[in-house]
């Protein structure tokens, strides 16, 4: 599904901020990628959706190369991955219903398919009758699900998630863990950046560490 | 509209009404009975897109409602351009008007070689009368010119010092009623330059020739200006959808993020560009109306005391019709060609 091959970063400013970075992730399969802060692992993720483009080495997402992307293809690209960000990145002038529809919008769905699809991942996220609200007047946990329920509502075949339990108590954490285990139980393929040690330990998943932007174990 | 995502600012929404990206479903219930057909998929996408359309052309109507200020601001500029431009297009159609019931005659002095004589001319003018563009001719002979010439200049004692009559034949032609266009003009001449006998060719123009010819001219210089007006309505618009654009670049740049095309993104912003064009023109249409039935009067009563029959023309349906045509394209242009140039620029891929 995801395969990394000799992948490099560099920021004219940062210098060499990813350094031959080689793994591949299965259909269906969900992994960790951890790492102290400013290792790399957002930049990481950003090379996936193309908001970056690597230096050297390869990607392939899909069976299609990442590289070769042109840009009228990157929305196309980007809409089998569901992002979540690290700092939401939500509308704030627009409610909890049309910030999770956003993804279907843009997609092309009729409402009714849309009023289903937005629903059930409210639903998903435990927001279900939070639709009318604005982002503004959620608490950061409610905001992190928010952009859950709105990475996940499109069924993307992969999942990239920065951090997604940054503002979560423990309790709530475990509860998005099920949930990204649910998805990954349907088949969607997973890559979970964080550094909540104690959540990847207690869940038995593949661990991918980034240090000073190398892979140093998997 | 998208106030400081990244700033985590915990103001409540901005004071405007709740703007959905979609029609909300709570009011319409959700029909879970509805059978798909095959082929049926691609008749609900293309719904969903009209359907999206819609929604966001009202959405961006939304927005201008929302910053009335400034939206007014912009429009009324627009007008003005818009209604310079249309005055000026009155002007020169009723001017045009003025001029079109007019029948001045030009006339055609061919004025022959002085050895052609008398009989000889006689005859070219009788030829001459022959042709269908020419209504009537006249000959003015040696003689005749000589007891004119006396007659109107001051120099009687000085010309009939000479030996013999310098004065030339001159043969006038009276062009035909249908002649009288600059262009027929123009072939008579030339036709009458090609006899031997003639000399010179001097066309004296009517009044209403010469009217319409500098009417010509002003209309050149209408369109030269108009061409400028429009240039302005498009730079006024592509600056303010560029305001738009920054103000709405966090916003653009989380749609990118998932998945939105620029097309998806563009759509928004070039519905605001048709609208400003859109309400310029209805803005400028109204201003134009009223000046015309202020001068309306006036200008026809003063046409009354001239036995004139002027009656001021003000945009026809078709024209009204084109003319909102016309703004409402610039603005889509407008705003088209600053995101062809800024959405690269402000969202480095
Ligand atoms: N756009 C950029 N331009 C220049 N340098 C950058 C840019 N983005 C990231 N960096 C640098 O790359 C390094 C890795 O950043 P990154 O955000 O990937 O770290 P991270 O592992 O996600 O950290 P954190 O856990 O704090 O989120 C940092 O040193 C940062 O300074
Ligand atoms: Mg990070």
Redesign the interface.
């Known amino acids: 599904m995801l395969k990394f091959e000799h992948v490099s970063k560099r920021y004219p400013e940062a210098g060499e901020v990813l350094r031959n970075i080689n793994f591949s992730l299965d259909h269906g399969e969900m992994a960790f990628l951890t790492g102290h802060s400013g290792a790399g692992k957002s930049t990481l993720l950003r090379l996936i959706a193309v908001i970056e483009r690597c230096s050297r080495g390869h990607i392939w997402l899909d069976g299609a190369s990442v590289n070769d992307a042109k840009t009228g293809q990157i929305p196309v690209l980007r809409r089998k991955i569901g992002l979540i960000f690290q700092d939401y990145k939500l509308l704030h002038d627009r409610t909890v219903f049309d910030n999770v529809a956003l993804p279907l919008v843009i997609a092309g769905y009729g409402h009714q398919e849309i009023g289903r699809r937005v629903r059930a991942a409210l639903d998903k996220v435990g927001l279900l009758g939070k639709e009318n609200k604005y982002p503004v007047t959620l608490s950061g946990g409610e905001q992190q699900r928010v952009g859950i329920a709105r990475a996940v509502v499109n069924k993307p075949p992969m999942i990239l998630a920065d951090e997604p339990t940054g503002n979560l108590d423990p309790e709530l954490s475990s509860e998005i863990m099920k949930l990204f285990e649910q998805f990954q139980q349907v088949g969607v393929t997973i890559l979970i950046a964080t550094h909540d040690i104690s959540l990847i330990s207690k869940m038995n998943y593949r661990v991918l560490k980034l240090a000073q932007g190398e892979l140093t174990s998997d | 509209?998208?106030?400081?995502?990244?700033g985590?600012?915990?103001?409540?929404?901005?004071g405007?009404r709740?703007?959905?990206?979609?029609?909300?479903?709570?009011s319409?219930p959700?029909?879970n009975t509805?059978t798909r057909k095959a082929g049926g998929r691609w008749r609900?996408?293309f719904?969903?897109?009209l359907?999206?359309n819609r929604h966001e052309l009202f959405v961006s109507l939304e927005r201008l409602v929302d910053t009335p200020f400034s939206s007014l601001m912009t429009i009324g500029v627009l007008a003005a351009a818009l209604t310079l431009a249309i005055s000026f297009y009155l002007v020169v159609a009723n001017l045009n008007q003025l001029t079109l019931g007019l029948q001045s005659t030009s006339q055609i002095s061919l004025f022959l070689r002085d050895e052609v004589q008398d009989g000889h001319a006689r005859k070219l003018a009788e030829k001459i009368q022959l042709n269908p563009d020419v209504q009537q001719t006249g000959m003015i002979s040696k003689a005749q010119g000589m007891q004119d010439f006396l007659a109107y200049s001051g120099f009687a004692e000085a010309i009939q010092a000479l030996e013999s009559n310098p004065l030339p034949i001159v043969i006038q032609v009276q062009p035909a009623s249908s002649a009288t266009e600059p262009r027929q003009l123009e072939k008579l001449l030339a036709e009458f330059r090609q006899y031997v006998e003639v000399d010179r060719v001097i066309l004296d123009m009517g009044w209403a020739q010469r009217l319409r010819a500098l009417i010509e001219l002003f209309e050149q210089a209408v369109m030269v200006l108009s061409i400028f007006l429009a240039a302005g309505v498009l730079l006024i618009i592509a600056s303010t959808i560029r305001q738009e654009l920054h103000k709405r670049r966090d916003?653009i740049?989380?749609?990118?993020?998932?998945?939105?095309?620029?097309g998806?993104i563009r759509r928004p912003f070039i519905f605001t560009g048709f609208w400003l064009g859109f309400f310029s023109a209805i803005m400028a249409w109204f201003v134009v109306a009223v000046m015309v039935l202020a001068l309306k009067n006036p200008i026809e009563n003063l046409s009354g005391q001239y036995d004139g029959n002027f009656h001021v023309l003000f945009l026809s349906y078709p024209e009204t019709f084109i003319f909102f045509i016309v703004a409402s394209t610039l603005g889509v242009t407008g705003s088209w060609m600053i995101l062809q140039i800024q959405l690269r620029q402000l969202i480095p891929?």
């Open positions: 509209m998208l106030k400081a995502i990244q985590g600012s915990k103001k409540s929404p901005r405007g709740a703007r959905p990206v979609y029609p909300s479903p709570s319409r959700i029909d509805q609900d996408k719904n969903a897109y359907e999206l916003e740049i989380i749609c990118k993020l998932i998945g939105a095309t620029d998806f891929e």
